[in-house]
T-cell receptor
C-alpha cells in the first residue's frame, strides 16, 4: 500500500511569485485535505477536496486555491506569495466514509524570501 | 467552533519516567480526538484516536490516552519514556462525520538519559 506522497520536498520562492504543491493520496482514499504548519505552530486547515470539488475551507484568503484530479491526487496553488506563507504544507488523505482518520504526507517546506 | 489547548509547549522527562502530555478541547458536539507525533522534518504520524467507543484508548509505541468528558480532556500518557519518544506531539479534534482536524499548538517532548 502506497502512502501519501508530496512534491517537491523543499521550495524557495520570492515574494509575489506563485507556487504549486502536489500531493498523491493513499490508495483507496478519495478525500484530500491541506494544512499549513508555520514554525512552532500546529497545522491549520486550509481546505479539503472530495470528488474534485472543494468540501470545506479554513480561514485562508482566495489566493490559496486547489484542485483534485480524477485519480484523487491534488494540487495546492498559492498566488502572490507573502513572507508569512513560509511554512510546512501538509497534505492528508482519508476515506470520506471513514472514521475521520487522516493519513499525512511528509510535507513540502516552502520558504518565501 | 472547536479548539484544542495543549498545556506546556515543552515537557522534559528522564528516560524511564512517566510521560504525561495534556490536552483539553472545546467542542459543541461529542468530538473525535486524536494524538499525532511529528519527528523533525517529517509529517504527522497517528498515535491513537478516540471515536466514541472505549474511553481509554491504546495506541502505538506504548502510548495511551483517556477521554474524560467531564473534564473535556484527552491527556496522553506512557509509563516509561524512551529516548526515541523525543518529538513534537499534537492533539487534534474533529466533529464526527467531518474529517477536518483542529490542532493544538503542540508539545515538544524532551527525553534525557
Amino acid at each position: 500500500e502506497t502512502g501519501v506522497t508530496q512534491s517537491p520536498t523543499h521550495l524557495i520562492k520570492t515574494r509575489g511569485q506563485q507556487v504549486t504543491l502536489r500531493c498523491s493520496s493513499q490508495s483507496g482514499h478519495n478525500t484530500v485535505s491541506w494544512y499549513q504548519q508555520a514554525l512552532g505552530q500546529g497545522p491549520q486547515f486550509i481546505f479539503q477536496y472530495y470528488r474534485e470539488e472543494e468540501n470545506g475551507r479554513g480561514n485562508f484568503p482566495p489566493r490559496f486555491s486547489g484542485l483534485q484530479f480524477p485519480n484523487y491526487s491534488s494540487e495546492l496553488n498559492v498566488n502572490a506569495l507573502e513572507l508569512d506563507d513560509s511554512a510546512l504544507y501538509l497534505c492528508a488523505s482519508s476515506s470520506f466514509s471513514g472514521n475521520n482518520e487522516q493519513f499525512f504526507g511528509p510535507g513540502t517546506r516552502l520558504t518565501v524570501l | 467552533a472547536q479548539s484544542v489547548t495543549q498545556l506546556g509547549s515543552h515537557v522534559s522527562v528522564s528516560e524511564g519516567a512517566l510521560v504525561l502530555l495534556r490536552c483539553n478541547y472545546s467542542s459543541s458536539v461529542p468530538p473525535y480526538l486524536f494524538w499525532y507525533v511529528q519527528y523533525p522534518n517529517q509529517g504527522l504520524q497517528l498515535l491513537l484516536k478516540y471515536t466514541s467507543a472505549a474511553t481509554l484508548v491504546k495506541g502505538i509505541n506504548g502510548f495511551e490516552a483517556e477521554f474524560k468528558k467531564s473534564e473535556t480532556s484527552f491527556h496522553l500518557t506512557k509509563p516509561s519514556a524512551h529516548m526515541s519518544d523525543a518529538a513534537e506531539y499534537f492533539c487534534a479534534v474533529s466533529d464526527p462525520g467531518y474529517s477536518t482536524l483542529t490542532f493544538g499548538k503542540g508539545t515538544m517532548l524532551l527525553v534525557s538519559p
